[in-house]
């Protein structure tokens, strides 16, 4: 395949139609069915899903926890305002960080946040003019951040975010993204516990969200895209699960493009899934022969995004982009705290 074009994945969307606010109840969202063979649509709320999902399939959640990644910040000596958006963790206490203004932080300069409570020293200068900052304060580092940061909402997200858990999955364990798995997001304990009482078997995997998820693809040939990198972690457990689910003949249903990421870098050409951790680029867009997964539940994704290009990939690009069409014309919500979309 020479050429994939990235405007040959983008649709017109009225502004209004991006969710600023969670909806009161999470599950209570709508929820588009799409048959990835024939491109069939149905209009659902999302807590049918139950009725959807047979006992022998299996759902796999990705259970990072979005840390409250956004600082803001003095410097000292001059009192400059800075913000920063924690990346990743490179050991313990250095971060790898986005900072703005980013010329005001050459390497030696010390930032001040909440009044002494954490101090950043930038320690050097990395790729993309990303700044590495050791990090100093007294006890642990995740209260002090609960403390002091906010979460970092997208930036089509204009609106302040009043209970941080909404920007959450119920099921968040491990410390690490700087955003969410939105399609977890529709989750609430009832429908995950309806869901096992029915036999279905839940399987998790880990992966840390980075927030090259929101980049814009900036070339005009898809496959001339570099893929950002991001951690994941497969337990031996998890692998079991899954793997029996598809020797049984169940379906694999993913929770969100990134648990579909993190099966799909685990998983062989035979369909067997291998626990592991380590950093994944993987790049999923239509030619893309799926090894793990038969089905996803998934949001709506930006135009002209890799996200689209992944669901692209399993349900083909013009039945997505006529479901699309057909979610604009019905005012489902879209991005984030958005609706959601079944492909099975």
């Not at 858990?165 to 609430?188: C, E, M, W």
């Not at 291998?274 to 930006?302: C, E, M, R, V």
């Not at 349900?315 to 879209?334: C, D, Q, S, T």
Request: hydrophobic share 40%.
């Amino acid at each position: 395949m020479s050429e994939l074009l990235v405007k040959d994945y983008f649709y017109e969307l009225p502004e209004e139609l991006i969710a600023q606010d969670p909806l009161e109840d999470r599950s209570s969202s709508r929820l588009m069915v799409v048959d990835k063979e024939s491109g069939e649509v149905e209009n659902h709320i999302f807590k049918d899903i139950v009725d959807m999902i047979e006992p022998e399939d299996c759902l796999v959640i990705n259970d990072t926890k979005v840390i409250p990644a956004r600082l803001y910040g003095k410097k000292i000596g001059t009192d400059a305002n800075i913000e920063i958006l924690l990346l990743k963790r490179k050991e313990n206490d250095v971060w790898e960080c986005l900072v703005k203004p980013g010329k005001k932080c050459r390497p030696g300069t010390v930032v001040d946040f909440g009044d002494g409570l954490l101090k950043g020293e930038i320690i050097d200068v990395v790729e993309e003019g990303n700044r590495l900052i050791k990090f100093s304060y007294d006890g642990i580092f995740e209260e002090v951040l609960d403390q002091l940061g906010e979460m970092p909402l997208p930036p089509y997200i204009t609106h302040k975010l009043k209970d941080k858990n909404r920007y959450q999955t119920v099921y968040a364990k491990y410390d690490g993204s700087a955003a969410a798995p939105t399609a977890g997001l529709h989750f609430t304990e009832e429908l995950l516990d309806a869901l096992k009482s029915k036999g279905v078997r839940i399987a998790h995997v880990t992966l840390h969200v980075g927030l090259g998820t929101f980049r814009p693809v900036k070339v005009d040939n898809v496959l001339d895209h570099h893929m950002h990198s991001e951690f994941y972690m497969v337990d031996e457990k998890d692998a079991e699960i899954i793997n029996e689910t598809k020797k049984n003949g169940g379906r694999v249903i993913s929770v969100g493009t990134t648990s579909t990421r993190t099966l799909e870098t685990v998983t062989d050409d035979d369909g067997i899934v291998h626990a592991g951790s380590g950093w994944t680029q993987i790049f999923i867009y239509p030619g893309y022969k799926f090894k793990a997964i038969d089905a996803l539940i998934t949001n709506f994704h930006l135009p002209e995004s890799t996200l689209l290009m992944l669901v692209s990939a399993l349900a083909g690009r013009e039945n997505i982009l006529k479901a699309y069409e057909e979610a604009v014309k019905e005012r489902y919500r879209f991005f984030s705290f958005g609706d959601a979309m079944f492909i099975r």
